[in-house]
């Protein structure tokens, strides 16, 4: 093994799946034999669950990856990635996962890949709980891009929680990312929303749209909905984007049972209305995605609101490898600013 | 790992919500099985009457695909004609269980027990207690508030793990108090006498059919009885009394009318009506001790108040109806009797079902020192006086009791009258050797009566040999001495003693002297002709 191992407080800051992640991520980035303690420690089911475990797994496959402790309720993984194979990949990971998910852990590896990778995920695409594919699409993959990557997605079928039965493929190559600076939005060009219903009825795809074109003034044509029939759901989601020259912002709504469709659209609206109305170029999603692909490309920079215990922990593990540094310092009075250097 | 499976039954009402996407937001407790975040299965055996539920089948295992990819789904086509229906679904099941390969080195199973009738949740935990299925049970519980996606909880019980095992001891415990409730307090050793105990027990809390109780007199067949009784009223919940009646006490023209009634006016006597002991159990237990005394007309009406649960008093038409339970006890040899003719055979057949053999006290010599501390209790208990034996006393009395000597004859009603006797006649509350030695003395003399002909008088060694000359008697030369004696005792002279003891030989002219004869074996022990006769 030519690499130290690297211990990894597993209950350190939030995110215990985001920290599992970012970390067999940047464990295959840099070849590194990792082992995670504590995982989830002081949670009520603690450990490993089956969502983290669909991405070990799939971390596990393009890394050859020697591991141990990957099952339900484990606290301590480790993880010795032995190669990054690229190629083509399929992966079935039900309920419990997110599809997006998925991708988070095994995309930036694959940049780095010897060859083209084609990767089909089949689960969940839109859970309330992990970002959407609508959100990937529209606000992470065009700024990865920018950077470099030649990814593309195609999300074949929409999965809702919990019936599932969604499909992603993403086509990534090997691309070597470079530094970018996000320090204004750039002109706006436009405010969008898409309602998604499945098994629900489709006034209320109707009703939300058009109460997210009342509250921002739009068009008919800024605005679409879409019956996914039955085959997923019930469900209902709502999107709304605001898109700028240099950064887009999306927002996600759920539909609930017993919660009338304008409350959804209000939702996602007043969201949406507070970055607006905000300085963070980087809404907070959007940052904690950033951090890696920036440090991979050795440098860049974005301007964000009030950072997350999520982002300030996700920075630390980044900082615990060998790659670059990100640094995060206020910027005026309710923004700032994180730097990859 | 392990891999994970989990056999379960699919819910026909809880897993069967429709075929509509509406499905997803109500709770299935099979495919909430796949949704679990802190449980991974690698397989699901699922069990099901194909026929009735294909299509409910293809749904469960195809949505079941959807949540949890990484399991692997096998149905089991089980037919069970009642889900309701014990006897079926329990070898249904455990056919099915007898026929699965169990790789439990790379496998932990369970047992999803949501799922399925009430008899098959306790067809699953019987089979997974006693290891035919050697999994744990798998308890599966909806959210408070049911929301799409929302699994539930489920719990896992492993029946064999250490903090089941006071309900396990609980169990054990309840069964060694009715077994021991059964012996009456008794820490009963003999292991022929305990195993009939256990089967008592489960035939008495189960069964309503006759018992039969056979052994000698003393045996404890009447407290058994009322211990049985004692225990149906707590199992079966009887509400009536326990009626004990000894047939060798109902003779005559007596017998019919206290077992069956007789109605007033049926024979001369007859100034009233009179229930009848049949009526007095009416849904109770009727203990007929000593059955084989019982006269033929008395059997045949006993045979139809059994069967029919009905019964005409003596002189009547109108039937008595009584619903008793019935243990019939007895010292003879019921089948003999039958031989005989002199006990019907029907009869027999209905009362030969449950048919246990209480041994005497000489089949029981090692239960002879539990009993010993049992009568000792039980005197306290009456008296209000802690009696104990000396250690040395006590070696010597069990030493006696248990020997090869000591016949009991009335067996344990003997050994607790002789308890009794040495308890009172104990000096604050030791028991001797001293008064063993006495008890011991009185006991042979008693046996010694008893061991011919009951009319006659005991002969009393010790004072014919002295106490340690007694002591020295062989059971051989007791038997023996014992007769010459009685013969002594009856004839005037010698040589007419002599003559009656040879007779035989006499006849046969093999002998010619036989008051020398008989002088000669007296004199070994020591003995004269007219010291026999004192």
């Known amino acids: 093994m030519d690499k130290q191992l690297l211990v990894i407080d597993g209950a350190q800051g939030e995110g215990g799946g985001q920290i599992l992640r970012t970390a067999l991520s940047l464990s295959i980035l840099e070849q590194r034999p990792i082992r995670i303690e504590r995982i989830r420690a002081g949670r009520a089911k603690p450990g490993l669950m089956r969502q983290h475990l669909t991405c070990v797994k799939a971390a596990a496959a393009i890394s050859a990856a020697d591991v141990r402790g990957a099952e339900p309720g484990s606290t301590t993984l480790e993880f010795v990635p032995q190669a990054l194979v690229g190629g083509a990949q399929h992966f079935a990971i039900g309920t419990a996962g997110s599809a997006m998910l998925v991708l988070q852990t095994v995309l930036p590896p694959l940049l780095r890949a010897d ?47 919990p019936a599932g039965g969604g499909r992603i493929v993403a086509k990534i190559a090997p691309s070597a990312l470079r530094p970018l600076a996000l320090d204004a939005r750039g002109e706006r060009r436009g405010i969008g929303a898409e309602a998604l219903v499945a098994a629900v009825p489709e006034h209320v795809a109707l009703r939300e749209i058009t109460r997210v074109a009342d509250r921002f003034k739009l068009r008919r044509e800024q605005v679409s909905h879409r019956d996914l029939g039955t085959r997923t759901g019930p469900g209902n989601v709502l999107s709304v984007w605001a898109e700028f020259d240099q950064v887009c912002e999306l927002v996600t709504s759920y539909g609930e049972r017993g919660v009338a469709a304008e409350t959804v659209a209000d939702r996602a609206a007043d969201a949406l209305q507070a970055w607006l109305e905000s300085e963070a170029v980087v809404g907070g999603h959007l940052a904690d995605q950033l951090l890696l692909p920036m440090a991979m490309a050795g440098g860049g920079t974005f301007v964000c609101g009030e950072p997350s215990a999520h982002l300030r922990s996700n920075a630390e593990l980044i900082n615990r490898f060998d790659g670059a540094r990100i640094g995060i310092r206020a910027e005026g009075r309710h923004a700032h600013r994180v730097t990859a250097s | 790992m392990k891999r994970q499976v989990v056999f379960g039954f699919i819910g026909t009402q809880l897993d069967a919500t429709g075929g509509g996407a509406g499905r997803w937001e109500k709770w299935r407790p099979t495919v909430s099985l796949g949704m679990h975040e802190d449980l991974a299965l690698d397989r699901i055996e699922l069990l099901v009457d194909q026929r009735r539920f294909k299509a409910l089948t ?17 149905v089991h086509d089980l037919y069970l004609a009642d889900p309701w229906d014990f006897e079926q679904v329990y070898s249904a099941l455990f056919d099915f269980v007898r026929a699965y390969t169990f790789d ?9 027990i949501t799922t399925g009738t009430h008899v098959v949740q306790i067809c699953w935990f019987l089979l997974a ?71 008592i027990e489960r035939v008495a809390g189960k069964s309503k059919s006759p018992m039969l109780l056979m052994g000698p007199t003393g045996a404890g067949k009447s407290q058994l009885a009322r211990n049985v009784f004692e225990l149906k009223k707590q199992r079966q919940n009887l ?13 005559g023209d007596g017998a019919g009318s206290a077992l069956f009634g007789h109605v007033r006016g049926a024979f001369t006597g007859a100034q009233s009506d009179r229930a009848g002991l049949l009526k007095s159990a009416d849904g109770g237990l009727l203990f007929l001790d000593e059955i084989g005394e019982l006269g033929l007309d008395e059997q045949a009406m006993l045979l139809r108040a059994i069967e029919d649960k009905r019964f005409p008093p003596l002189g009547g038409d109108r039937e008595i109806e009584s619903d008793f339970q019935l243990i019939a006890g007895t010292n003879r040899d019921l089948a003999q009797s039958v031989r005989e003719g002199r006990f019907r ?55 006696f009791a248990t020997g090869i000597d000591a016949q009991w004859p009335g067996n344990f009603r ?23 030695d006495e008890e011991i003395a009185r006991l042979r003399r008693l046996w010694t009566g008893r061991a011919t002909d009951a009319g006659e008088d005991a002969i009393d060694f010790s004072a014919l040999l002295g106490h340690d000359g007694a002591e020295r008697l062989d059971r051989f030369d007791r038997a023996q001495l014992a007769e010459v004696v009685r013969v002594c005792r009856q004839c005037r002279t ?7 003891l040879f007779q035989a030989s006499r006849e046969r002219k093999a002998s010619s002297n036989d008051g020398d004869r008989l002088r000669k074996y007296l004199a070994r022990f020591g003995l004269e002709f007219e010291r026999c006769r004192a």
């Open chain 2, 129 to 199: 207690e006693s290891r035919y299925l050697p999994g744990r049970l798998l308890q599966a519980s909806p959210p408070r508030k049911q929301k799409a996606g929302d699994p539930g909880s489920y719990a896992i019980i492993d029946l064999d793990l250490a903090r089941y095992d006071p309900i396990a001891q609980r169990f054990a415990n309840l069964r060694a108090d009715t077994t021991e409730f059964l012996k009456s307090g008794i820490e009963t050793r003999s292991a022929m006498f305990n195993r009939m105990i256990e089967q």
């Open chain 2, 494 to 500: 010698l040589a007419e003693a002599g003559r009656v």
């Open chain 2, 239 to 251: 509400k009536g009394r326990f009626v004990e009646v000894n047939c060798a006490t109902l003779r």
């Open chain 2, 104 to 112: 439990a080195e790379h496998e932990d199973y369970y047992v999803h």
């Open chain 2, 58 to 74: 293809s749904q469960v295992v195809a949505d079941l695909k959807t949540v949890s990819p990484d399991t692997a789904v096998r």
């Open chain 1, 115 to 161: 060859g083209p990778s084609r990767i089909t995920i089949e689960g969940g695409t839109h859970n309330m709980l992990a970002p959407s594919a609508s959100f990937i699409e529209r606000c992470f993959l065009p700024i990865l891009r920018r950077m470099g990557a030649e990814v593309e997605l195609e999300v074949e079928r929409v999965g809702l929680y």
């Open chain 2, 414 to 436: 003997d050994l607790g009258a002789s308890i009794t006797r040495m308890a009172t006649l104990s000096e604050s509350g030791r028991i001797t050797t001293a008064v063993v």
């Open chain 2, 345 to 399: 055979d029907d009869l027999f057949a209905r009362l030969n079902l449950w048919t246990f053999y209480l041994p005497g006290l000489k089949e029981r010599s090692e239960d002879i020192e539990p009993n010993l501390d049992f009568e000792l209790a039980r005197y306290a208990r009456n008296h209000g006086e802690q009696v104990r034996f000396n250690r040395e006393a006590r070696e010597r009395f069990l030493k």
